[in-house]
């Protein structure tokens, strides 16, 4: 079973997201995620933010990979988004990003938190994968294709 078997449901899977930003797009997230899994969004928000005060989590080839600790999760949780154009959000190569992984990991996973963002960003260098997961036009297709190929 790879990680997104487990932190990845499809209830966390957001295609044409209206976003002119990416702080608009932290907001839909920490309200998704506040929804969907108890936690409160404001708490998600700022942590989002203040992550991303360290540096862009851009990390090149219109891929965005967002994450935070947050006090209280027992588990690690991811959430996909698809604007629906892409936003700029700062990464290396300049280039807006049309695919974000929202990760959030307990406070104290330092371990667990570094082996998901590893593996998400092993994933998204994989052009072929990123084609089929552009290709993937439902929840259930996206997170398919995100527990197969990792």
Known sequence: MNIFSRILAVED???GVDVKDKRSLFE???ERL???HGLAAGMILTRLLEREKLGSTGIGQGVAIPHARVDGLK???AMYMRPVAPIG???PDRQPVR???VLLAPEHANRDHLRILAETAQLFSDRK???KLDAADSPEHVRQLFTAEV
């Open 13 to 15: 899977v957001m295609l």
């Open 28 to 30: 839909q997230a920490a």
């Open 34 to 36: 506040s929804k969907q």
């Open 75 to 77: 588990e690690p949780l």
């Open 89 to 91: 959000f700062e990464a």
């Open 99 to 101: 695919d974000v992984v």
């Open 129 to 131: 994968f990123r084609e």
